[in-house]
């Protein structure tokens, strides 16, 4: 004992770290115990809590009107919105070089010309050289044509001569050969060299006029090929002038007088202004739509669906759209209407980015009549087209819905009351119906719509009951009372007042949203 004693205190710093090992450990031992008496205590206080105690609520349920989700067949507008563009876009080029001699005023960005009227003109002086250049040559030709026919009129008589001369010096050899031992051996060769002469005569005579005809065929070509570059030049001295393709709007202009042109230089933009187009998107949806409208209204035999029979194995049907009246509305000018027919693919495909197929609607006329004067449909003009079908039942159901305009809520959405509680559901209102004048005991009329919802996998179905009264700060599961409920009609006379509490009070107890 006395030993270690002295070792421990001849080592100072091994005493140091026993007392503080020491002290280590009573820090955690009193912290352990604080923690277990806080826990102890709490169990002990919670074992002396009262349960709370449940009082009846005060607050009224709110009361609501409803109406019941029905199917939906009848007419049905689809509202698209487009981009006026161009029927045709005309760039005009030259089709002869020179230097521009005339510019017209009408030749100006922004004009309105008239089919053949005057835009440019390219110097013609050498083109009208060239068409004299090429009525000489013309003439000429003709010259040797005659001159030809003369040749081969004087060679028939030159043989007719030749075939003469031959038969009498074929008469005298034969004289000769009688009398060839009166004779002597010379005269009779004399008489047979003539013969032969004669003969060979009457051989080049015929060669001379076979080569005056071939002459004359080669004459006839060499003719049409002169006419044939006389017209040509004519051609070129007309295309010198250049002149409006239609009824149009000079778009943009790339030349001044004075300039020299080649051909192929693009000389100006025309856009013809006779129909005009609309470029819409159409959602795959919205197509099948159209095609199921057309096959329907074929099938009644209707003359709207002239054009829209497809035929049972027809392969390209795929790739042709159902021609469907379009009423087409600018926004600025809602009373401005414009008659239009959908009739194709712009292009082919879905577009990579709206996933929607773009479509061309075409407007037979352009510019209407209207109290205010004319309007035309112009490039870039931003319209809304409403295209009209008639929905019918079919076999199956419906692919809309039918609810009172009052149920739509700002966001999309509405309520409906399942055992008395709201649930919100999203819809999306593809058109509103009139249902006809309403009207509160003879203190006048309004107007009521219905609104067409598309029938959708989160959305209302066939018989929900949808509210159609104001609401205060609704939120899911609230609990509800149904005050009075019925089905939407086109003669539905609903009251679309704020329904009051129970209390009697006289305070609203539904305030509108809306």
């Not at 071939?214 to 006389?230: G, I, M, N, W």
């Not at 292009?347 to 009549?369: E, L, M």
């Amino acid at each position: 004992m006395n030993v270690s004693t002295e070792v421990m205190n001849k080592n100072p710093a091994h005493s140091r770290r026993s007392r503080a090992v020491t002290q280590e450990a009573v820090k955690y031992l009193i912290s352990f115990v604080i923690v277990a008496a806080g826990i102890i205590g709490f169990i002990v206080l919670k074992s002396f809590q009262k349960p709370p105690v449940t009082r009846p609520s005060t607050s009224l349920v709110p009361q609501v009107e409803t109406r019941e989700v029905a199917s939906y067949a009848g007419q049905l507008d689809m509202e698209v919105t487009g981009i006026v563009v161009p029927y045709r876009e005309i760039r005009v080029a030259a089709e002869v070089a020179g230097r521009i001699t005339r510019k017209t005023p009408a030749c100006e960005a922004g004009q309105f010309v008239r089919k053949g009227e005057l835009l440019l003109e390219i110097d013609p002086e050498e083109y009208g050289l060239e068409i004299k250049t090429q009525s000489a040559n013309v003439e000429q030709a003709k010259r040797r044509i005659e001159e030809n026919a003369l040749q081969i009129a004087g060679e028939e008589k030159n043989i007719e001569l030749a075939k003469a001369d031959l038969k009498l010096q074929q008469s005298e050899y034969r004289r000769n050969e009688r009398l060839k031992d009166a004779l002597s051996r010379s005269e009779v060769d004399r008489s047979r060299r003539a013969v032969i002469a004669a003969e060979s005569a009457l051989t080049l005579r015929r060669n001379n006029l076979t080569a005056l005809k071939a002459a004359a065929t080669r004459l006839e070509s060499a003719l049409d090929v002169s006419k044939r570059q006389f017209e040509k030049a004519e051609m070129n001295l007309r295309r010198a002038t250049v002149v409006a393709p239609e009824d149009g709007v000079i778009v943009n202009e790339m030349v001044q007088e004075g300039d020299f042109v080649a051909r192929g230089t693009q000389l100006l933009t025309f856009e013809d202004t006779r129909q005009s187009e609309v470029l819409c998107n159409l959602t795959l949806a919205e197509l099948n739509q159209i095609r199921k409208n057309a096959a329907a209204l074929a099938g009644q035999g209707s003359d709207s669906s002239e054009g829209t029979n497809i035929a049972e194995g027809d392969l390209n049907a795929v790739y042709r759209l159902p021609k469907t009246p379009v009423t087409i509305e600018d926004p600025a000018n809602p009373g401005v209407i414009w008659d239009g027919v959908l009739e194709r693919f712009d292009g082919i495909g879905v577009d990579s980015v709206t996933k929607t197929i773009p479509c061309r609607i075409a407007v037979k006329k352009p510019i209407v009549d209207t109290d205010a004067g004319q309007f035309a449909l112009v490039r870039g003009m931003f319209v809304r087209c409403r295209l009209e079908f008639q929905i019918s039942m079919g076999d199956g159901e419906s692919p809309y819905l039918s609810i009172p305009e009052q149920a739509v809520q700002p966001n999309h959405h509405i309520w409906t009351v399942v055992d008395n509680r709201l649930k919100r559901k999203p819809i999306k209102v593809v058109d509103y119906v009139a249902t006809g004048p309403l009207g509160d005991s003879g203190q006048g009329f309004s107007n009521a719509r219905l609104a067409i919802i598309a029938r959708t996998e989160h959305g209302p179905k066939t018989g929900d009951q949808v509210v159609v009264s104001p609401l205060s700060q609704p939120s899911d599961d609230s609990e509800v009372e149904i005050a009075s409920s019925g089905r939407a009609t086109k003669n539905d006379n609903t009251n679309n007042g704020p329904i009051e509490s129970a209390s009697g009070s006289g305070s609203s107890a539904l305030e509108d949203v809306r």
